[in-house]
């Protein structure tokens, strides 16, 4: 008797297994290429950031409204600006609500189900049409998120080449 | 006795509002100064030192304050949603046009948010979600708004606008959806930053924007010059919103 339940637990599992095999291929890859495409640029550690992202937005939200302080650091603004470009390559804009979950946001928020609230009110992308330099800068000359270097400005310019003129003179 | 009073009080009134009519277009407002708003540095909070305020002189005003609305619109996004019918747009900003039965003669001004010192939206609201800020901004902290639109029916200006429908590609500055309440928040964003509201600089020649609490500001010294009357004054609000030639 013993032998025969033996086996029949064997087979129990090795039916459980397949099962768990075949539930495993159907579950859908993460689209996490727009993540981790400027991860090592963001202004926490990536784990840090995973973890408390919202804990950051919440404080500086209320700081924001209620006190008026208007800091970069942790402001959803400058996380869009950074994370998700206006529009793909083919011209259409870029959503939360989107069927391609390409938005920086959606892509996780979609595959572990949490709701994105913040949308419902705040830009979910950057709007360029009136400000074309909306990202901000990493050096005199280059943006978050644009890999190409931009015209720098003039003041850049100006700023170079008095530097330039003080190297020679020392 | 107190009825002549009351007459004495009003004809001196209307001879002072006359008087301002005619001292308005001629010494004070001038251009938009740099200075009106200084710039705060952004790690810091505003404090309760300044309180922002505006003077309207409505005689200086070409177009009773259209072109005022028109840049409130493009500056906060509001006034074109798609599936709103016409009374349900939000309204931050309207001109109202006055008319004397009597004599007919009427003139139109521009009526937002007035941004008083006891505003009665925020002693209505259950959530604490319509606040005044430190320097005297009235907004709406639209996180915590539940939609109950109760500040709504206090409000004696109308001041206060319902989203009823999803939107997107709102102003990154200027957040505004579904089930909150908004209004007029004097462009806390440009102040912050040392600007003056996107209203302001589109009427130069007849609004001052400055600090009401300092003495030497330039909307101070014209006040002091030349008054500056609130609507429904009875209701002692105590405006940050000023008119001349009421």
Known sequence: MPLLSHIKSLLGLVLLATLLVGCDAGVPEPNLAPAKAKAAQCVEPTADMRKNHMVYLDVHRDKTVIEGIRTNKHSLNECINCHVVPTREDGSA?????????????????????????????????????????QHKLSSNTYHLSAQSVQPDMNDLLWLSQSQTQGATQ | MSQINAYRRKF???????????????????????????AKPADQPVSNQVRWGMLIDVNRLTDGGASMVEA???EHGWGNDPKARPEQQAQWMRTVKVTDKLTKYSFTLPVMCQHCEEPPCVDVCPTGASMKRADGIVQVNKHICIGCRYCMM?????????VHESLTDQRPHSPRGIGTVESCNLCVHRVDQGQLPACVEAAPNAVIFGDLNDPNSRISQAMKALGGSQIRADLSLNTGVRYLGL
């Open chain 1, 94 to 134: 870029v959503h939360y609500t989107d069927e391609k979950k390409d938005h920086f946001c959606a892509s996780c928020h979609t595959y572990v189900g949490v709701k994105l609230d913040c949308f419902q009110c705040h830009a979910d992308r950057p709007q360029i049409v009136e400000n074309i330099n909306y």
């Open chain 2, 12 to 38: 001196m009134a209307t001879l002072g509002g006359v008087a301002v009519g005619g001292l308005a277009s001629s010494v004070i407002l001038r251009t938009v100064q740099a200075g009106d708003v200084p």
């Open chain 2, 72 to 74: 409130c619109k493009r």
């Open chain 2, 154 to 162: 206090a409000c004696p200006y109308k001041a206060r606008s319902f």
